[in-house]
């Protein structure tokens, strides 16, 4: 081992010009340089030559200098671009020559070249140098990969992998809190990362890449000009070099592990680093300072002249003492995300895992944070009020100000987001360990603003391991740390802060909580930490920080890191992104924007209207983060943004869209496929965009059929949008803006079995309602009329989610074909497994239309229709006159259709729709026990209504009642609509995916809001 104590050799200046021309026939001007246990001399030529003439310390093994030798010898012939001394060979043919001193110690003799440039002691340090100090070490250790000398397994004090041994020197140091923080990181190096050494990557290193052995260009002080002295080399732990430099370069600078970063991620780009490595490199700075300041300690006794042993002393000790307040596993952290990794290990899994999940998590709250009315709470505003009271430690007067704000505004839940910065952190505690005078401001949890007592449940399964009271001024009060271990996903932890005192008598370390399961309650301030009532949810991606390590609010600087390691628990408490960020225009803009760019007829629902940015399966989404659970939009038949639709859709839209006149596969194999879910007969298809183009089409061929154009309907009947279709819509020609029933339709009653007269019998129902048709018919021929076609809904919507009476369709069907009429069957609202027994509700009255049309649910939102007739009618369409629809049955349709019909069947969602529909209807019974004015409920699968009147005797309209409970389900985030004559049947139609909670959350709803109707009186 070297010994490190020898003292340096002590030849004077005519002696050392004397050995320069002795040796290596060099003259010129000497000078000396500072040097720790050798003799350096600067030798300087007239022709403005210049060298450096190195004594070596007597001590110094031969084998040791012959090592240094070979090293720079490797570098010259090998990788010349390195800037690094080149030797000079002696008089006597070698590169090293020797000296005997006055003691008549021999010594070892080398000159090298002169590197031209700047100390790097003698220039300001800026992110830039100290990032291409990195890429120059980086090139160095590169260009000494694969270089070894039998010198070089060597070790001595400066070898860090040796840092244990300063313990030896601790007596040395005589102030008793410095000893003290030096053993703690030793202790600490000695058992968790000496044992890790040897299974790290070695190589020969430079080992002494301190500021006066880098040199920077004298005209560019960013740039690397060389690196000197090689006296130090050794093979080591390749990570040793970046500790030694960084342990140099990051002395009494403001930001010491950003700096320590910066000139990793410099070493990283030029000689990718290993995550165990970064694992490592805060304590191997640590312990090459530790080293450092317990030397010196040592040899003031023996060197006290020695200006450099004490050239970074005081430095070391303050770098030091800041170490030791610091969190190694945070600054790991930043030293592992300046290479590109993980902050730690698995953290993006966490992420991911949760985000993947996020849908079969529990509910934070008895009511799920994503269905409230939210609102950020204005810590973001340094001057607000709540911001002022809460930093100036007056909790009751924050508190106070939020309620009153929140009952004006209607707000249910206060949020305080991930990232935001505020001032309400005055707390001494929120002062930053890592960058000098900065504050920590940056909120790192999720607040929930609620009353003080509200409970708060775990979203998944979690094992206690810690709750405790952390007393500190503004802290968190009652704190609890869960540990998660899901399946698929590192393990991670929670941190519920704020919490009320009594969690700390009913949970204890280890218990098991199932999801769902009650953590605790939100404390009052008196027990908060003197906050106004809140609970700050954080998620920590590092287990082994234990509860008050887990970083609640954090530097700016850092935040990309906090992020990873601390990431946003949003999703995991269930609050949409939408909370957070609005984009686009205001909904006042909207409106206005509406009212000049389109048409003013479109309607807009509701009397304040919302702004939806996003749909997920039932939910639909609006622009403040406001989840709704749609009972009412059935185009999206299988959810919102369903993910096997918008695959398909994507997929094929990426590769082709062309249209029917050209070949492809998908047109045909979606015509079999539809046509496969259809009674036998029904076998050929056409394809349109929208229900109005099937329904007009379906008029065409039934004209051409026939050669008539009178037309059957059910009165309040609607059938689309264009003139024609119009003509046939009671609900259209009798409303505002209609021009009456045209000649050529004829209008039956609708047969609704709840306004049956009362002397019919039940069981007649269906052949009385279609007396109905029968006079219309006999209408017709008296007028030497006879119809084209009967067009219905299976299920009339628009009259009121009505359901026919069994036998009906036979009957009518029966009396219209004796005439030569067609039977159409508008599916357009209630096919496709909507109604769970069958997958048209036109089978539910054992019968087979000669024509069916299809529209919204069939694309899942996508723009498409069809019509399937059968081979008899379409032959006769075919007249010679094309019939061609730009769009209709194109592949990107095509592909949505088939995965719809792929969706329902592989997810069995006509017995869902069918159970979910027989549970609702069970339940809106129960509710009409209770509440007088449901008259009637009726509905098969999910296509379900519920009539109100206000005396069930007279059968009143409730119209008023409906209205109002249609806009207190909207006020409550549900959405379903109103229909009927009289717009007194409250519709709805979720869709197909709709859940058992669901149906009890939209049942909630209902409740509450047929109670706060009725008690108001409509």
């Known amino acids: 081992m070297t010994d490190v104590t020898h003292p340096a050799p002590a030849f004077s200046l005519r002696e050392a010009a004397q050995l320069a021309m002795d040796r290596f026939g060099i003259g010129g001007r000497v000078t000396v340089l500072d040097s720790e246990r050798d003799q350096n001399f600067k030798l300087s030529h007239d022709d403005g030559s210049q060298w450096i003439l190195k004594i070596v310390n007597a001590s110094e093994p031969v084998s040791e ?25 002696s008089q006597n043919g070698t590169p090293l020559a020797d000296a005997i001193s006055d003691a008549g ?25 100290l990032e291409n100090l990195g890429r120059a070490l980086g090139r160095l250790d590169s260009a000494l990969q694969g270089f070894i000398h039998p010198g070089a397994l060597r070790t001595f004090d400066w070898d860090i992998r040796e840092a244990g041994a300063a313990r030896q020197r601790l007596h040395h140091i005589s102030d008793v809190a410095d000893r003290a923080l030096v053993r703690g990181l030793l202790d600490h190096f000695d058992a968790a990362v000496a044992p890790h050494l040897a299974g790290l990557r070695a190589q020969v290193i430079h080992n002494d890449a301190n500021d006066w052995n880098v040199l920077v260009d ?55 680093l290993r995550e165990e490595e970064l694992d490592v490199l805060f304590d191997l700075i640590a312990m090459r300072l530790v080293i450092s300041v317990t030397l010196s300690a040592q040899r003031k006794e023996k060197s006290a002249d020695n200006p450099y042993l004490a050239i970074s002393e005081a430095p070391a000790w303050r770098l030091l003492r800041r170490f030791g307040a610091m969190n190694r596993r945070f600054a790991t952290s930043i030293l592992r995300n300046a290479c590109g990794f993980e902050a730690t290990p698995g953290a993006r899994a966490v992420v991911a895992w949760i985000e993947a999940n996020r849908k079969s998590l529990a509910p934070v709250l008895d009511r799920h944070p994503a269905t409230q009315v939210k609102a950020l709470v204005p810590y973001g505003d340094p001057a607000h009020p709540m911001t002022v009271t809460s930093a100036a430690r007056q909790p009751d007067k924050a508190t106070a100000w939020w309620d009153a704000w929140c009952a004006e505004h209607g707000i249910e839940l206060g949020i305080g987001p991930w990232g935001e910065a505020r001032t309400v952190y005055t707390s001494d505690i929120f002062c930053s360990r890592f960058i000098e005078g900065a504050r920590r401001v940056h909120h790192l949890g999720l607040d929930l603003f609620l009353q003080a007592g509200t409970k708060v449940y775990t979203p998944l399964p979690g094992t206690v391991r810690s709750v405790e009271i952390e007393e500190d001024p503004l802290g968190y009060g009652c704190l609890i740390e869960l540990e ?20 700390m008598a009913r949970l204890k370390p280890g218990e098991k909580l199932q999801a769902g399961a009650l953590v605790g309650e939100m404390g009052a301030p008196v027990e908060n930490g003197g906050w106004a009532p809140h609970l700050h949810l954080q998620i920590s991606t590092d287990l082994n920080l234990s509860a008050r390590d887990i970083l609640g609010v954090g530097e700016a600087r850092y935040l990309n890191v906090w992020g990873e390691l601390f990431p946003d628990a949003a999703t995991l408490a269930g609050i949409p992104p939408e909370t957070f960020v609005q984009t686009g225009r205001t909904r006042p803009e909207i409106v206005a924007a509406r009212r000049t760019s389109l048409l003013p007829n479109l309607s807009i629902s ?9 749909g997920e399966g039932a939910w639909l989404i609006d622009d403040r983060g406001r989840a709704y659970l749609d ?52 076998s050929v298809a056409s394809f349109a965009c929208s229900g109005s183009e099937a329904n007009s089409l379906a008029l065409r061929m039934a004209r051409t059929m026939t050669g008539s154009n009178d037309a059957l309907v059910l009165d309040w009947a609607y059938h689309g949008t264009t003139q024609e279709l119009i003509d046939l819509s009671p609900y259209k020609y009798k409303r505002k803006g209609g021009k009456g029933k045209p000649a ?17 019998p039940v069981e007649e129902y269906a052949l009385r309602f279609a007396e109905s048709i029968g006079e219309q018919i006999e209408t017709m021929r008296k007028q030497g009329r006879a119809p084209a076609f009967f067009i219905a809904e299976s299920i009339p919507s628009v009259a009121g989610q009505v359901i026919l009476p069994e036998g009906y369709l036979r009957e009518v069907y029966r009396m219209v074909r004796a005439v030569g009429g067609l039977c159409i069957a508008d599916e357009v609202q209630v096919g496709f497994g909507r109604v769970g027994s069958h997958w048209w509700a036109f089978e539910m009255q054992g019968v087979v239309p000669d024509i069916v049309t299809m529209g919204k649910p069939i694309g899942n939102g996508h723009p498409m229709s069809a019509l399937v007739t059968t081979r008899e009618i379409a032959d006769r369409f075919n007249n010679g006159m094309e019939y061609f629809n730009t769009f209709g049955g194109n592949p990107v349709s095509c592909a949505a259709g088939l995965a719809v019909l792929d969706v329902i069947e592989r997810d069995r969602l006509r017995d869902n729709a069918a159970a979910i529909g027989a549970y609702l209807v069970a339940r809106f019974r129960a509710m009409q026990q209770r509440y007088e004015v449901i008259g009637d409920v009726r509905g098969q699968g999910l296509f379900l209504g519920i009539e109100l009147v206000n005396n069930r005797k007279t059968k009143e309209p409730a119209t008023a009642f409906a209205r109002k409970v249609n806009e207190g389900a909207k006020v409550r985030g549900v959405l379903i609509g109103t229909e009927g004559p009289q717009d007194n049947v409250l519709k709805m139609r979720p869709p197909m995916v709709f859940s058992r909670a669901d149906a009890d959350h939209l049942i909630e709803v209902l409740e509450d809001t047929f109670a706060m109707v009725s008690a108001e009186g409509a």
């Not at 000159?111 to 830039?128: D, E, F, H, I, N």
Request: charged share 20%.
């Open 65 to 89: 200098c012959e090592f240094q030798v070979a090293l720079l010898d490797h570098l010259a012939r090998n990788n010349p671009d390195v800037a690094a001394p080149r030797l000079t060979i």
């Open 105 to 129: 110690e021999r010594h070892a003799v080398r000159l090298v070249t002169w590197l031209p440039g700047l100390p790097m002691a003698m220039s300001g340090r800026t992110p830039a140098l």
């Open 218 to 272: 004298e005209d560019n002080h960013e740039r690397i000009a060389g690196i000197i002295d090689f006296g130090d080399a050794l093979y080591s732990p390749l990570i040793a070099e970046v500790a030694v430099a960084c342990a140099y370069s990051i002395l009494d600078v403001e930001d010491p592990i950003g700096a320590a970063a910066t000139l990793v991620a410099g070493f990283h780009a030029e000689y990718p």
């Open 484 to 503: 998660h271990r899901p399946d698929g996903c590192p393990p991670f932890v929670t941190l519920w802060g704020h919490m009320a005192h009594e969690a």
């Open 606 to 614: 509701y009397s304040e209207p919302i702004k939806f940015v996003r």
């Open 631 to 682: 009972c009412f939009n059935n185009v999206c038949h299988l959810g919102h943004a369903h993910p096997d639709i918008v695959e398909a859709i994507c997929t094929q839209s990426a590769r082709l869209n062309t249209n029917t006149r050209y070949l492809h596969d998908a047109v045909v194999t979606y015509a079999e496929r539809l046509t496969a879910t259809l009674p036998e007969g029904l």
């Open 744 to 760: 050529h339709v004829f209008e039956a009653a609708i047969p609704d079995s709840y306004r049956a007269p009362l002397d019919w």
